[in-house]
């Protein structure tokens, strides 16, 4: 294979060197060299006044997507269009004999400038990149008329893996290959988001299915990618069991999260918008993935926590069942107090809050104990949305209570002990004893 190829590139070799050897072609040459000054320079003037222009555009990401890119090759366009005048004046003028290297360039740049253009609408900067190359190395070979020749070196060299694969063959399976990884991540993309506005689902289910579509289409895309190949797969049946036990030893923790994620979509223990503490964790689910779930916090950290966590530890769910949520307040009161009246306040104060008021179930206020210092109570009331904190409605409610008490000259008594100071007894003898001690 390796001499074959030395002597293609040998022979090809030859022949350009035969062809820059022709004047025409040097003449050629340098008029394409000197042609790009001017579409470079004409490019600096025009492009800034264009996208000036095209900023101007409001509300349509897409189209302005599609302008940026085309403006940020106009020089390309403008050597491209510097050619085509070039081209229709030697073939005019007659000099130098023969132009189609010019008429090459002037193909070469506009297919680069179009190639460039779409390739920017591609978010993926590889994907982009990739099609930009491939895309133009073909339409370049087939412009200079080589391309039958790669093709037919490529065809008649194999690759001995079972009965041989051809390498154009191996090429066009590649490219099919990322072609169809690239375009099931694209629609399985587009179907998740599709299936996620669906209303008719529970959240689990559309996060199942969601990732159900898409694993199937990257198997379906490597299957049809290994197909193409003409790979046969009972020939791999050895080294894929070989594989196999060494992916099962390594990706254990992998296949256990995997496992562990369908597990909780399945039963719907968890689901994204729940509010659920894990250890000493205190958030919201954000998404569900295939190996890890997306819990923020009140402070705005993200844990990606595996999917096993939530299978073997204990996980509460704050709004399993339902959204609702109890919190309590304890406080205390001085014993001139009407307790009657107090329970009453508290309870006014509680519901002034907004999110306790938002939760449609009325607070309570209990009595619960007649304390050292002061009548003990403890106010319940309830929230319907955790995922916005507990520490900040405890501290609104407590203020609401401060201020309810002092209006209505209620007061919160402060800790007393009461110290009994008993006066010792004077032993005169031992005084007299102690007084002369002291004068010796």
Known sequence: MWERATTYLFTLGERVVQYLGDPSVTYQLAIIAILFLPAWLVSLRVKPKLEARAREIKGRRG??????????????????????IAYVATSVAGWPGRNHLIYS??????????????????????VAKTFAWVAWLYVATAIFGISDDIVAFLDSTRV???????????????????????????FGSFAEKRISNIDELTPSLRVLIGKIVRISLIVLAVMIGMSTLNIDLTALTVLSGAVGVGLG??????????ISGIIILLDESIKPGDTITLGET???????????????????????????????????NWSFSDRFVRLDVA?????????????????????????????????????TEFGDSSINFLLRFWIDDPQQGLTNVRGKVLLAVWDKFKEHGVNIP???????VKTPIELHGATAGAERTAAD
């Open 63 to 84: 189209l302005l997507r599609v302008i940026v890119s085309f403006l940020r090759r106009t020089e390309w366009l403008f050597f491209a269009l510097f050619l085509s």
């Open 160 to 186: 001995g893996l079972g009965g041989g694969i051809s390498l154009i063959a191996i090429l066009k399976g590649i490219l099919l290959f990322g072609a169809l990884l690239w375009g099931s991540f694209m």
């Open 414 to 420: 402060f800790p007393h002990r009461e110290i009994i």
């Open 331 to 367: 406080f205390g009161v001085s014993y001139e107090s009407d307790p009657h009246e107090v329970s009453a306040l508290a309870i006014e104060a509680a519901a002034s809050v907004d999110r306790v008021a938002a939760s449609g179930k009325p607070p309570v206020c209990w009595m």
């Open 249 to 258: 030893f390594g990706l254990q923790k992998v296949v256990s999260n995997f």
């Open 282 to 316: 205190f958030g919201w689910i954000r998404e569900l993935r295939a190996r890890f779930v997306s819990v923020v916090t009140r402070d705005g950290r993200e844990f990606l926590i595996p999917n096993e966590d939530f299978i073997t530890t204990q996980v509460i």
């Open 105 to 126: 360039a002037m193909l070469l740049s506009g297919t680069w400038f179009a190639i460039n253009v779409v390739s920017h609408v591609i978010r993926s900067r590889l």
